[in-house]
């Protein structure tokens, strides 16, 4: 079946740790994306990706950092600069243009203690 | 920048009530609106959409949205709720095609049976 995949599920760091977590498509869709979502936020933007080796910042970008050396790859670092990186990271993607909306991912929570 | 206002954080309902989630956007142009649902421990998943033509839209489990331009409102509803549509709302907007998809900050609709 297509879809996304994000791993870990849970995911626990100690605070001044970088951590990178993975999300991977096999839906073919040249775009992807990284929310961040927190109770009572609804979803923020922090980077996007419509093609290979580029990238857009969003909204929250500070202290996040991605790359897209592959297609169905759009891997997300979460900083030490990033100050309160506890949340819910959902990972999309999409195909250009959008008409058929964001497919999601299950999601990862980090946990920063 | 865009901005997308969901009216109501919690709603709370009894079974075969009915419903209706207020959703706001800003863009003034042409605009892509979106409403997803996430079941409890699930991903999001798309309701509906709109891109163009018949104001009023269908989507899954019964669910229908307006698109008002003048009230710039694209609201959610559903005749008879039950249980299992127990899950929070997102509306969303994208401006102009080709962008990205900025999220309310959602509501939490829980049914009672």
């Known amino acids: 079946d297509g879809g996304i995949t994000q791993s870990p599920k849970y995911l626990f760091r100690k605070e001044g740790q970088n951590v990178t977590l993975s999300c991977e498509q096999n839906l073919n869709h040249d775009a992807m994306y990284w929310y961040r979502q927190d109770p009572g936020q609804g979803l923020r933007l922090i980077y996007y990706s419509q093609i290979v080796n580029d990238f857009q910042k969003g909204d929250i970008a500070e202290g996040y950092s991605v790359s897209r050396e592959k297609k169905e790859s759009f891997p997300l670092t979460v900083t030490s600069a990033q100050k309160n990186p506890t949340a819910f990271y959902l990972c999309a993607s999409s195909e250009l243009g959008n008409n058929y909306g964001y497919t999601f991912g299950s999601g990862t929570r980090l946990t920063v203690v | 920048a865009q901005s997308v206002s969901q009216h109501n954080h919690h709603v709370i309902l009894s079974e075969a009530a009915s419903l209706e989630l207020g959703c706001n956007y800003s863009?003034?142009?042409?605009?892509?609106l979106f409403w997803y649902v996430q079941y409890p421990g699930q991903h999001l998943q798309l309701l509906l959409k709109y891109f163009s033509g018949d104001p009023l839209v269908k989507g899954i489990k019964g669910f229908e949205a307006e698109f008002i331009k003048s009230k710039f409102s694209f609201n959610l509803r559903k005749p008879s709720v039950q249980w299992s549509d127990t899950a929070e709302y997102f509306c969303a907007e994208e401006a102009g095609g080709y962008s990205t998809l900025t999220f309310g900050k959602g509501t939490m609709l829980l049914v009672s049976p």
């Open positions: 863009y003034g142009g042409t605009v892509n």
